[in-house]
């Protein structure tokens, strides 16, 4: 019988089964023969010694560190949340790099928009330390929920000189893991300043592919003083912006202003337009035009040709699809044409201060706004909201996923509510933040704030019926994982014993349910319902797509009334069937002859 696997999607399998369909032959014994696969490319294998890239110390362990599955998991947490059964925005709280682990499988090419702000190595800030075999107990030590808190921070103070490796090896596996949440049309934004712009690129062009690199985006995010700077006053920032796959991007418009699009006053079928002069002061596309009544234009009151704005080819056509139109005032007629909406302005590569993008604020704006809210600095250098807005405005569309995993006061999470309520469109934020302690008497760590800003910005919207965010906390998983590792009969005892019952103690259902959801593959904005057929309870998640039964005991009758549902997966624990073996057979038999694909936990 199929057990649900209870880590993170192994990443690394995945590319080996990549290679393994494309390149059968290099495989010998199960794995791969790097003579062969020489052999295998030919040409394109470079043997030279020295080499194009950037290397540091601990690159291998940065690798390494990517495919080392999670065993964690995401825990509910409904009342900290606002609408949690209706909600389809997340703050997930816990370690960026554990759960973009935990998200492989549920958001695997789903996230059309990844907009980070990570720390920018400025020497004092707080990079949480990957220990990459022990990284989820190192989370749960430091973040309290093991014995043993007090966990010491790491900065990036450069008292080892590995100043940038330090840096390098906290984004390099967040990038590489990140990548593969977003669409094939999907894009990534990175703010960085001076100090780590140049290798942020060049690991970029590693991980994302230097042919998908778009644009850096140059955001003026100070104004004035800059007096006291050593030789240059820097008033910039940037902002690294790379493609999924650029193939597959789409063309990226801004929105316009509601100024602009006052002049669309017309409508018809292909959209919107206005009547404009097809007559032009310049120009050589000279030709007669017979109005209505048969008076010919050619000729202006000077006896000057009369040049048009389209060739005479296109003017008929324009005339036969109802493009054009001749209007008389007192006596003297004109050709008008529909001037229609264009389909929009590219986005530019400078957001200046004065320009027609001032509204993208400084960094003290970003401040501004959120003094707005709690009538306190309460966060220092929070990005300005409209920044956000103007980054998710062009490039994601009405109901896509936008991802920010080093969510601080969560800016993001607050320009995708605006976003939402001004265009009104479905955008989902997803926010990761590590609960960061913060010397605040009302909100100890970063992501009790970043909630708190979330229900203040949703209480300015008149609580929309049924938006909100649901809260997840990153834990250990509900089930005690099955050591392989332990050899003696003694120990190997204990664990049977244990395995009765698998579930960690203090656990609720929506816990496990949960875990089964996250680990079946289905995003965490997914409907839960809990139906109760008698004594029982079955979780119905995704409208019947999966079902979850977390009872100790199943029944004939209750397997009978979940294959009338026909959902296509069932998860059940794995004691129900505890010493029923020929039951737990017959069961398989009948789900799987109804399709319905089985398994337990
Ligand atoms: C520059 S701040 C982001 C500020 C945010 N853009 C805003 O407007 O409020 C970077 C954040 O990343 C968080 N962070 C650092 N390491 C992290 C990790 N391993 N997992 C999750 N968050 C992390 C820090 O706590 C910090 O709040």
Redesign the pocket.
């Known amino acids: 019988m199929d057990k649900l696997p209870l880590t993170s999607q192994d990443v690394l399998a995945e590319k080996i089964d990549l290679m393994r369909a494309e390149f059968p032959e290099v495989f010998v014994e199960g794995k791969i023969d790097f003579e062969r696969l020489k052999m295998a490319l030919g040409e394109f294998v470079d043997n030279s010694r020295e080499r194009f890239g950037l290397t540091w110390s601990g690159k291998g362990e940065a690798i390494r560190n990517i495919q080392t599955p999670s065993q964690g998991t995401l825990l509910p947490v409904p009342e900290q949340s606002v609408h949690f059964e209706t909600s389809e925005n997340l703050i997930l709280e816990g370690?960026?790099?554990e759960i973009l682990k935990i998200l492989q499988k549920s958001y695997h090419g789903k996230i059309k928009m990844i907009y980070i702000?990570?720390?920018y190595n400025t020497g004092n800030e707080?990079?949480?330390k990957d220990n990459y075999h022990v990284s989820l107990n190192d989370y749960l030590r430091y973040s309290g929920q093991v014995d043993g808190a007090g966990f010491k921070l790491s900065t990036t103070v450069d008292t080892d000189g590995r100043y940038h490796s330090k840096w390098l090896n906290m984004m390099y596996p967040r990038l590489f893991l990140s990548r593969n949440l977003l669409t094939d049309d999907g894009i990534i934004f990175i703010s960085i300043d001076e100090i780590e712009v140049a290798k942020l690129r060049l690991i970029c062009d590693e991980i994302f592919g230097e042919e998908n690199h778009i644009a850096d985006l140059v955001w003026q995010n100070k104004k004035g003083g800059g007096n006291d700077a050593k030789y240059v006053a820097v008033e910039h920032e940037y902002i690294v912006m790379y493609a999924k796959n650029e193939l597959a991007l789409h063309h990226l418009f801004e929105p316009y202003k509601p100024e602009y699009l006052q002049r669309y006053k017309e409508q018809d079928t292909q959209g919107k337009f206005y009547w404009d002069t097809f007559k032009r002061k310049s120009g050589k596309q000279y030709y007669p035009i017979t109005c209505p009544d048969k008076t010919v234009l050619q000729f202006d009151e000077y006896g000057n040709p009369i040049s048009w704005l389209r060739s005479e080819e296109r003017f008929k056509s324009d005339v036969e699809q109802g493009e054009i139109k001749f209007v008389r005032v007192s006596n003297k007629w004109s050709v008008h044409f529909k001037q229609r909406l264009p389909q929009g302005k590219k986005p530019r590569s400078i957001f200046f201060q004065e320009s027609i993008i001032t509204d993208k604020g400084t960094t003290s704006a970003?401040s501004g706004q959120l003094l707005q809210l709690f009538a306190d600095n309460v966060?220092p250098n929070?990005?300005p909201v409209d920044l956000i807005k103007h980054l998710i405005g062009f490039s994601t569309q009405a109901e896509d996923y936008i991802l920010d995993?080093?969510?601080?006061?969560?800016?993001t999470g607050q320009a995708v509510l605006e976003m939402n309520r001004e265009t009104g469109s479905k955008r989902k934020f997803v926010m990761?933040?590590?609960p960061?302690p913060i010397p605040n008497p009302d909100f100890p760590t970063?992501t009790e704030l970043m909630k708190e800003r979330m229900r203040r910005v949703l209480s300015l919207h008149q609580a929309v019926e049924g938006i909100g965010f649901r809260v997840f906390k990153l834990s250990s998983s509900n089930f005690k994982l099955w050591n392989p590792a332990v050899a003696d009969k003694e120990r190997l005892e204990v664990q049977l014993r244990l395995f009765v019952n698998n579930v960690v103690e203090g656990r609720t259902a929506l816990d496990l349910v949960y875990e089964v959801v996250l680990k079946s593959g289905l995003p965490l904005d997914v409907q839960v319902a809990a139906v109760h057929i008698g004594e029982a309870v079955v979780y119905v998640v995704d409208q019947g797509l999966l079902m979850v039964c977390l009872q100790s005991a199943v029944t004939p009758g209750l397997i009978q009334w979940i294959v009338e549902q026909r959902p296509l997966q069932l998860v059940c624990l794995d004691r129900a069937f505890m010493g029923r073996d020929s039951f737990k057979s017959s069961v398989k038999v009948e789900l799987e002859s109804q399709g319905i694909e089985f398994r337990t936990i």
């Open positions: 370690d960026n790099l702000d990570p720390p707080f990079i949480y970003g966060f929070p990005k995993f080093f969510a601080g006061s969560g800016t990761v933040q590590i960061e970063l």
